[in-house]
C-alpha cells in the first residue's frame, strides 16, 4: 500500500481526502493544515483513522511515501520542493505552478530524487473527456477544426490567480490532452479585473497551427456553465457537465463540398450543409478525482507515466503565460 499524507483541508482537500480515503490501495497516513478548526472538521469524519497536525514538517518526516498538496497555488513551489527533496511523490493541485520556470525546477528536482510529480488536472480523468479522446482518435470527427470551450459561475473569486489560471487551465489541459500535446502558435486574450487584484473575466483565442481554440472564464456569471464544442470536418461534439442527462452528444452534422457541373463556370463551388442524426454515447460511471489519484497511485507502484505529468502541465502553463503577455486588460 501506498502511504500518503495531505496538505490543506480548506476548500478542496476534502474531496481529495474522501477519495484517498475511499481507495483502499492508499494507506492515508496524515492531515495537515495549518487552522486547527479545519482539523476538527476532518476528525468527524475520519475519526482516529488518521493523524492531524498543523506541522508540515511533520509529514515531510514521517514514512509516508507521498504527499498530496491543495493549498494555493502561490505555496505549490516551495511546499513542492521540501516534498521532493524529503524523497517523497508529490501530487499536487492545478494550476501546476506560478511560473514555467518554477515548474521546470520541480521536475528537475524530481528527476534527480527520482520521484513522480502528477499533477491534478482533474478533467482529462473524466470519463466523458476520455470518451471524447476516444472518438476523436478513431477519425469520427474528421479532422478537428477547433475547441470552443467556456466555464462560467458566479464566484469563487481568488486574489492568487486569475479566472484564467483557475478555470481555463481545466480547459487548456483537456485540448492538450485530447490533441496529444499539439504546440500552441499563438495565442491572444482580454479581460477585466473586478472584485480582485487578477482578472474574473477572461476571453482566450489559441492558433495551434492545425486547429484553433476560443476559451472562456468567469467569476462574474449569473449562471453555471461548463461546455466543450468540438467541430470536425465529419461531425462534431458538445460535452456539457451541468447536464446531468445528456453530458455528452454527438451531431452528424457539417458540411460538403460539391463542385457545380457547369462547363460556363470555373471552378464553381457550393457548399452544403448536412444534418444527420444525434447520438448519446454511453459513459462509464467513475469519480474523475478517484481516477486522478488512481494514476497517481500506478505511477509510484507499476512505474507508469501519468497523462499529467510535468511536461503536459508545463505545455499548459506555456499558453497561460503566453495569454498573460498578451494580455489586454480593460
Known amino acids: 500500500m501506498i502511504k500518503i499524507a495531505l496538505a490543506g483541508y480548506g476548500y478542496w482537500g476534502p474531496n481529495v481526502a474522501r477519495n484517498i480515503y475511499n481507495n483502499k490501495n492508499y494507506d492515508f497516513k496524515y492531515i495537515c493544515d495549518l487552522k486547527e478548526e479545519r482539523l476538527e472538521l476532518a476528525r468527524q469524519l475520519y475519526a482516529n483513522d488518521i493523524q492531524y497536525t498543523t506541522d508540515f514538517e511533520e509529514i515531510l518526516h514521517s514514512d509516508v511515501d507521498a504527499v498530496a498538496l491543495a493549498v494555493e497555488t502561490s505555496a505549490h513551489f516551495e511546499m513542492g520542493k521540501k516534498v521532493i527533496e524529503s524523497g517523497k511523490h508529490l501530487y499536487v493541485e492545478k494550476p501546476f505552478m506560478d511560473t514555467v520556470k518554477q515548474a521546470e525546477e520541480i521536475k528537475r528536482l524530481a528527476e534527480e530524487y527520482k520521484v513522480f510529480t502528477h499533477i491534478d488536472h482533474i478533467m482529462i480523468y473524466h470519463p466523458a473527456i476520455r470518451k471524447i479522446k476516444e ?106 457537465d451541468v447536464d446531468v442527462v445528456n453530458k455528452l452528444i454527438i451531431y452528424d452534422k457539417g458540411f460538403e463540398i460539391i463542385k457545380e457541373d457547369n462547363p460556363m463556370e470555373y471552378n464553381e463551388f457550393v457548399v452544403k450543409s448536412r444534418i444527420g442524426d444525434a447520438v448519446i454515447p454511453k459513459l462509464e460511471v467513475s469519480d474523475a478525482l478517484y481516477n486522478s489519484l488512481e494514476c497517481f497511485r500506478l505511477c509510484i507502484k507499476e512505474g507508469k507515466k501519468s497523462l499529467s505529468d510535468p511536461d503536459a502541465a508545463i505545455r499548459v502553463l506555456k499558453v497561460l503565460e503566453m495569454a498573460d503577455s498578451n494580455m489586454t486588460v480593460v
Open 135 to 240: 472518438i476523436i482518435d478513431s477519425g469520427e470527427l474528421g479532422d478537428v477544426i477547433y475547441f470552443d470551450c467556456s466555464r462560467l459561475n458566479l464566484g469563487r473569486v481568488k486574489n492568487d490567480v486569475s479566472c484564467m489560471w483557475d478555470l481555463s487551465v481545466h480547459d487548456l489541459s483537456i485540448i492538450e490532452y485530447l490533441s496529444n500535446g499539439a504546440q500552441i502558435q499563438s495565442v491572444k486574450a482580454i479581460g477585466k479585473r473586478m472584485y480582485s487584484k487578477r482578472e474574473s473575466v477572461t476571453f482566450l483565442m489559441a492558433d495551434y497551427g492545425n486547429f484553433i481554440a476560443n476559451i472562456k472564464a468567469n467569476w462574474i456569471s449569473p449562471i453555471k456553465e461548463r461546455k466543450l464544442i468540438v467541430a470536425g470536418t465529419k461531425k462534431m461534439l458538445v460535452y456539457d
